[in-house]
């Protein structure tokens, strides 16, 4: 099965500065990489997604880079502000089934 | 536009009691999961269901059972509920392979 790893676990930046956030995958197969954001006390909610024929994705502050070659994919968040400070989660999708990291508690300091 | 509604949202159980959590969604998806979410581990598959009628297992399947009721509800079963199955569990849907839409959660104490 799929394998991945998320990098770093927490995560502190001053508000206004840039966030980044990195995910392995050991299946060459996915095809399927989507983030999810998680507030406390809610469940995990889809901000950004990609799929394995595009390497960059873009919605306003945030943006997803995929390196299919070296089997990494990224989350950048620009101009963070406090109400990003959440926990982020990364995942592949193999055979219709998401396997996900183990998340980063990302703070953003006032 | 409810999405992926859960009960109970939260249970305290004893050791060797049984409970089912219920989850329903209102998107017309084929497929459901539950998943269970730990500290430090992130979400973990427990079981899913690809349409209305199948089920599989997940990464960790064992000491549930789960049941696809119609389209719309999937249903997770502990028969003997055990202090290892203290978590959070969330229950999922999704159209083919698009994002999933998760549920708000079931927090889960046995003890």
């Known amino acids: 099965g799929e394998n991945v790893e998320q990098h770093p676990s927490t995560l502190s930046v001053q508000e206004g500065d840039s966030a980044v956030i990195k995910c392995t995958y050991s299946d060459s197969a996915s095809n399927y990489f989507p983030w999810y954001k998680q507030e406390l006390g809610k469940g995990p909610q889809l901000i950004i997604d990609i799929r394995s024929n595009v390497g960059e994705k873009k919605d306003q502050r945030i943006a997803v880079t995929l390196n299919k070659t070296a089997k990494h994919f990224s989350l950048h968040i620009t101009e963070t502000q406090p109400e990003d400070s959440a926990v982020y989660f990364c995942a592949a999708t193999l055979d219709r089934q998401l396997t996900f990291g183990s998340g980063t508690q990302l703070t953003v300091l006032p | 536009n409810a999405g992926v509604t859960q009960t109970p949202k939260f249970q305290v159980l004893k050791t060797g009691q049984s409970m089912t959590l219920q989850c329903a969604q209102d998107?017309?998806?084929?497929?459901m999961y539950w998943y269970r979410q730990d500290p430090g581990m992130g979400l973990r598959l427990i079981y899913y269901s690809a349409s209305e009628g199948t089920t599989d297992k997940g990464e960790v399947p064992n000491g549930y059972n789960v049941s696809r009721l119609n389209k719309r509800e999937f249903s997770l079963r502990l028969e003997s509920a055990a202090p290892s199955q203290t978590s959070v569990y969330f229950c999922?849907?999704?159209?083919?392979?698009?994002?999933?839409?998760f549920g708000s959660g079931t927090r889960l104490t046995v003890v």
């Open positions: 999922a849907s999704s159209e083919g392979q698009a994002g999933y839409t």
């Open positions: 998107m017309n998806h084929n497929s």
